[in-house]
């Protein structure tokens, strides 16, 4: 299983990006599909998964400001990014469980600055 990420980029405070992930390869059933990040100097964090049937869990503090969504018909996981902010500011990795392998994806930057 191959995971591909886009999206990422520099953008201004208040802000919005959209990243997006593919998986291709040999997939029978996604079980989870999340987005981590890792800013310089702290570790890698949830930020947003999609379990099973549809459950959705988010950090504290990326509530009300991202969304997280999947294309099956894609196997593509979404975050649409609003309202960002300095501290949201770090390398954004996806990634996907099938059966019970995880897998991830090889991280994109986004970067917060006035």
């Known amino acids: 299983v191959q995971l591909q990420a886009s999206g990422g980029g520099l953008v201004q405070p208040g802000g919005s990006l959209r990243l997006a992930c593919a998986a291709s390869g040999r997939i029978l059933s996604i079980n989870v599909m999340a987005w981590h990040r890792q800013a310089p100097g702290k570790q890698r964090e949830l930020v947003a998964a999609i379990v099973g049937g549809g459950t959705i869990n988010y950090a504290d503090s990326v509530k009300d400001r991202f969304t997280i969504s999947r294309d099956n018909a894609k196997n593509t996981v979404y975050l649409q990014m609003n309202s960002l902010k300095p501290e949201d500011t770090a390398v954004y990795y996806c990634?996907?469980?099938?059966?019970?392998?995880?897998?991830w994806g090889q991280g994109t930057q986004v970067t917060v600055s006035s």
């Open positions: 990634n996907v469980k099938v059966g019970s392998v995880t897998y």
